[in-house]
């Protein structure tokens, strides 16, 4: 291929970043601007044009799959192969670096790596050898204590006296683990990462040798680099100032991983000879999710600053839904699939977007209902995610004691001290006299042949399920379901430990309760069977095999997370109310909300043709009803690129004029339904005062569109809402 052919298919913006002078550069890449391809053309571009030694390149990724991508993407262009090239993931090529050095790194010629869930298993076992409570120093706690250390550049001998009791055992843990380690010959995920930049910190004739081979070395989503990362990239590149970075500080929102938007500043101080290009011509999206993503970003202090266009037309406007409930907003969402699809959509096409996993539930159950294949991506479907298992585990026991798997599930989880050998024990005798396993702990028990530690422990399970089940007698499903996390420590549990994952787990708990508030039983079904056996068994049902398949042609659920890098058609970004996005717990923090902004901000530039957004007057979530405001982010949309939808397909005036004006006396068509007419003044015992902007529907369904002077306007059903005139 000719020089000319590689930057012959690129925009002029593009193609000053593929041809810039042998420095640092700092690409600004807005979402949909073709950064991926910038990143293959550089490459290609200075191993044709500059005639670069593929051994002098070391390009850094975020996945595996971009750093595969990348290579076949290189060899398609130039028609060689990048065997000589240093391509992949920042712990793949720190595991390269260990791997060549173990020896001048400190580690064991064969050392291993410890997975996440390997990482958690080793806790555990050095918690037991340290004789302390998995109750009252959580595993989940400590391995994200020590990787947020780790992340941070930080040893255990290295941190601060402290006379806090908790930050003083802590560190006592850290530094168990790290000798544990170290005689064993592991090496966990954080570790790669700090390892390698203490060898190449401590190791000057290797820092020289690998700062000399590569002469340039180029770093994939750089607003996504933690401290650690940033560190070992600094010390490859600070003396040569040959550092290149794609990134999008619109597009940080790995911060509570540990990623550093800071990065992209610290760059520009300490590279201050860098050159920096923007890249702000989108090839995905409509003018009008641009234009809409363009304003919401702007809200933002501290920006690099860029502005997404496109050659496309405006497209159609961003159509907002203001539902009733969760159940009418799931309702709306799965019937504008279904109606896309019968007009010819692929339903792969079609993407639901949400803040929290919890939220999920009520999409899936329609989607199931209504046989439409669905896939919940990078993550379980709702009633298959392990702290969901757990809790329907005790519920099994509760119904029946002697449901052997729910036994083996729970008896330890949370951890009781119940060790492997008395389990053993239970498993053997069950076996041996075919009992159930239930049965066989109380013949244990009452045999006495256990040590008093192991029966106490082993008698305490069976008495905290039989008094859940005592207590559960004659009580509402939800209040059983409610009592079971609760009473089996199931949500102190993950309320302890800390980190994102913890967190989502605590929300699926408390959605849990929710369901079964929810839950309508079969008229069907016999009666003799009781609520809690039939939620138990939908439960089962839809978490059945059938039900896990992968399809190709199916709907994707998935948490705004989860959606960055991907691009839909068809996009419904959901529950658009303060204290669900943004979260609640970033409502008092700038930084945090901040990056919910910047998370909105990714969840709108996913959709190429058509976005709805859709928020709820009413919502049960986690258990508990609430009566939210819509999110500011979709108050800070300009109102031009909006439209306000009905569930019948009606269109109504922008939807901001309805949330910033209460005058009403212009409106045509002011006829009176359900006693109310449009313009009058109303009272809501919860709301306060407001007044009737619009109304829709008749009978049970009618409903009114209200504008209260303190929380802004809401959809009410008239049947609920016990408005009174003034």
């Given at each position: 291929?000719?020089?000319?052919?590689?930057?012959?298919?690129?925009?002029?913006?593009?193609?000053?970043?593929?041809?810039?002078p042998d420095r640092s550069l700092l690409v600004l890449a807005?979402?949909?601007?073709?950064?991926?391809?910038?990143?293959?053309?550089?490459?290609?571009?200075?191993?044709?044009?500059?005639?670069?030694?593929?051994?002098?390149?070391?390009?850094?990724?975020?996945?595996?799959?971009?750093?595969?991508?990348?290579?076949?993407?290189?060899?398609?262009?130039?028609?060689?192969?990048?065997?000589?090239?240093?391509?992949?993931?920042?712990?793949?090529?720190?595991?390269?670096?260990?791997?060549?050095?173990?020896?001048?790194?400190?580690?064991?010629?064969?050392?291993?790596?410890?997975?996440?869930?390997?990482?958690?298993?080793?806790?555990?076992?050095?918690?037991?050898?340290?004789?302390?409570?998995?109750?009252?120093?959580?595993?989940?706690?400590?391995?994200?204590?020590?990787?947020?250390?780790?992340?941070?550049?930080?040893?255990?001998?290295?941190?601060?006296?402290?006379?806090?009791?908790?930050?003083?055992?802590?560190?006592?843990?850290?530094?168990?683990?790290?000798?544990?380690?170290?005689?064993?010959?592991?090496?966990?995920?954080?570790?790669?990462?700090?390892?390698t930049h203490e060898f190449l910190r401590d190791n000057a004739?290797?820092?020289?040798?690998?700062?000399?081979?590569?002469?340039?070395?180029?770093?994939?989503?750089?607003?996504?680099?933690?401290?650690?990362?940033?560190?070992?990239?600094?010390?490859?590149?600070?003396?040569?100032?040959?550092?290149?970075?794609?990134?999008?500080?619109?597009?940080?929102?790995?911060?509570?991983?540990?990623?550093?938007?800071?990065?992209?500043?610290?760059?520009?101080?300490?590279?201050?000879?860098?050159?920096?290009?923007?890249?702000?011509?989108?090839?995905?999206?409509?003018?009008?999710?641009?234009?809409?993503?363009?304003?919401?970003?702007?809200?933002?202090?501290?920006?690099?600053?860029?502005?997404?266009?496109?050659?496309?037309?405006?497209?159609?406007?961003?159509?907002?839904?203001?539902?009733?409930?969760?159940?009418?907003?799931?309702?709306?969402?799965?019937?504008?699939?279904?109606?896309?699809?019968?007009?010819?959509?692929?339903?792969?096409?079609?993407?639901?977007?949400?803040?929290?996993?919890?939220?999920?539930?009520?999409?899936?159950?329609?989607?199931?209902?209504?046989?439409?294949?669905?896939?919940?991506?990078?993550?379980?479907?709702?009633?298959?995610?392990?702290?969901?298992?757990?809790?329907?585990?005790?519920?099994?026991?509760?119904?029946?004691?002697?449901?052997?798997?729910?036994?083996?599930?729970?008896?330890?989880?949370?951890?009781?001290?119940?060790?492997?050998?008395?389990?053993?024990?239970?498993?053997?005798?069950?076996?041996?006299?075919?009992?159930?396993?239930?049965?066989?702990?109380?013949k244990l028990i009452g045999d006495g042949v256990l040590p008093?530690?192991?029966?106490?422990?082993?008698?305490?399970?069976?008495?905290?399920?039989?008094?859940?089940?005592?207590?559960?007698?004659?009580?509402?499903?939800?209040?059983?379901?409610?009592?079971?996390?609760?009473?089996?420590?199931?949500?102190?549990?993950?309320?302890?430990?800390?980190?994102?994952?913890?967190?989502?787990?605590?929300?699926?708990?408390?959605?849990?309760?929710?369901?079964?508030?929810?839950?309508?039983?079969?008229?069907?079904?016999?009666?003799?069977?009781?609520?809690?056996?039939?939620?138990?068994?939908?439960?089962?049902?839809?978490?059945?095999?059938?039900?896990?398949?992968?399809?190709?042609?199916?709907?994707?659920?998935?948490?705004?997370?989860?959606?960055?890098?991907?691009?839909?058609?068809?996009?419904?970004?959901?529950?658009?109310?303060?204290?669900?996005?943004?979260?609640?717990?970033?409502?008092?923090?700038?930084?945090?909300?901040?990056?919910?902004?910047?998370?909105?901000?990714?969840?709108?530039?996913?959709?190429?043709?058509?976005?709805?957004?859709?928020?709820?007057?009413?919502?049960?979530?986690?258990?508990?009803?609430?009566?939210?405001?819509?999110?500011?982010?979709?108050?800070?949309?300009?109102?031009?690129?909006?439209?306000?939808?009905?569930?019948?397909?009606?269109?109504?005036?922008?939807?901001?004029?309805?949330?910033?004006?209460?005058?009403?006396?212009?409106?045509?068509?002011?006829?009176?339904?359900?006693?109310?007419?449009?313009?009058?003044?109303?009272?809501?015992?919860?709301?306060?005062?407001?007044?009737?902007?619009?109304?829709?529907?008749?009978?049970?369904?009618?409903?009114?569109?209200?504008?209260?002077?303190?929380?802004?306007?809401?959809?009410?059903?008239?049947?609920?809402?016990?408005?009174?005139?003034?």
């Amino acid at each position: 291929m000719d020089i000319t052919d590689i930057i012959a298919p690129l925009n002029e913006a593009q193609r000053e970043a593929v041809t810039a002078p042998d420095r640092s550069l700092l690409v600004l890449a807005g979402a949909g601007s073709g950064k991926t391809r910038v990143l293959v053309h550089r490459i290609a571009w200075l191993l044709r044009a500059e005639g670069v030694s593929p051994h002098a390149i070391l390009a850094v990724t975020f996945t595996n799959k971009a750093a595969n991508e990348m290579k076949a993407r290189i060899e398609a262009l130039l028609e060689l192969s990048t065997q000589g090239l240093w391509v992949g993931t920042f712990h793949g090529l720190a595991h390269r670096f260990l791997r060549r050095h173990a020896p001048e790194a400190g580690l064991p010629e064969g050392f291993q790596i410890l997975d996440s869930d390997d990482q958690y298993r080793l806790i555990r076992r050095l918690l037991k050898t340290l004789e302390l409570d998995e109750a009252r120093w959580p595993p989940r706690q400590i391995q994200w204590y020590i990787n947020t250390q780790k992340d941070e550049g930080r040893r255990a001998r290295n941190l601060p006296d402290s006379y806090d009791p908790f930050e003083q055992q802590m560190r006592r843990i850290y530094l168990a683990y790290e000798e544990l380690c170290q005689r064993s010959g592991l090496v966990d995920f954080a570790e790669l990462l700090l390892r390698t930049h203490e060898f190449l910190r401590d190791n000057a004739d290797a820092l020289a040798h690998y700062q000399e081979r590569f002469q340039h070395v180029l770093v994939d989503e750089f607003q996504d680099t933690n401290s650690v990362q940033y560190a070992w990239l600094r010390l490859l590149t600070q003396d040569r100032d040959n550092l290149s970075v794609v990134g999008d500080d619109d597009q940080s929102i790995y911060g509570w991983r540990g990623a550093k938007i800071e990065n992209l500043h610290r760059f520009r101080r300490d590279y201050p000879r860098h050159r920096m290009i923007r890249l702000e011509q989108n090839y995905r999206s409509t003018g009008n999710i641009l234009s809409a993503a363009n304003a919401l970003i702007a809200r933002n202090e501290g920006r690099l600053g860029k502005n997404l266009w496109t050659e496309g037309g405006r497209g159609e406007p961003i159509s907002v839904y203001a539902a009733f409930n969760e159940q009418d907003e799931s309702c709306f969402v799965i019937e504008r699939i279904r109606r896309w699809v019968e007009e010819g959509g692929r339903r792969s096409d079609a993407a639901i977007l949400y803040r929290s996993n919890a939220q999920s539930r009520q999409f899936e159950e329609k989607l199931l209902a209504l046989g439409i294949p669905y896939r919940v991506y990078g993550g379980l479907r709702f009633f298959e995610r392990a702290e969901i298992k757990d809790a329907l585990a005790y519920l099994r026991l509760i119904a029946n004691h002697h449901d052997d798997p729910g036994f083996e599930r729970v008896i330890n989880t949370p951890t009781r001290g119940i060790g492997a050998k008395t389990l053993d024990l239970v498993r053997e005798l069950a076996r041996f006299e075919q009992l159930s396993l239930w049965a066989a702990a109380e013949k244990l028990i009452g045999d006495g042949v256990l040590p008093a530690r192991a029966a106490g422990a082993l008698a305490g399970f069976l008495d905290l399920v039989e008094t859940m089940a005592a207590a559960a007698q004659g009580r509402a499903l939800w209040e059983q379901v409610e009592l079971a996390v609760k009473s089996s420590g199931l949500l102190e549990h993950y309320r302890k430990e800390k980190g994102e994952q913890a967190e989502a787990r605590v929300e699926n708990l408390e959605e849990l309760v929710g369901a079964a508030r929810q839950f309508e039983l079969d008229p069907l079904i016999d009666p003799e069977l009781g609520g809690l056996d039939q939620f138990l068994a939908h439960a089962a049902l839809e978490a059945g095999e059938n039900q896990g398949e992968s399809c190709e042609d199916c709907v994707q659920l998935m948490t705004l997370h989860a959606a960055k890098g991907l691009e839909f058609n068809l996009v419904f970004l959901v529950g658009l109310e303060e204290g669900l996005f943004p979260s609640l717990q970033s409502l008092e923090d700038p930084a945090r909300l901040e990056e919910e902004r910047r998370l909105c901000y990714v969840g709108i530039t996913r959709a190429r043709r058509k976005l709805y957004i859709t928020h709820a007057e009413c919502r049960r979530l986690y258990g508990k009803e609430t009566y939210p405001r819509r999110s500011r982010f979709l108050r800070e949309l300009p109102p031009d690129c909006l439209e306000e939808v009905r569930m019948k397909g009606g269109v109504s005036r922008p939807v901001a004029s309805a949330m910033q004006s209460a005058d009403t006396s212009a409106m045509p068509g002011a006829g009176a339904r359900g006693g109310f007419r449009l313009g009058q003044r109303v009272r809501h015992g919860k709301f306060g005062e407001g007044v009737i902007l619009q109304q829709e529907g008749d009978g049970a369904q009618a409903r009114v569109h209200v504008n209260f002077a303190e929380v802004g306007a809401k959809w009410l059903m008239l049947a609920y809402a016990n408005l009174e005139p003034i």
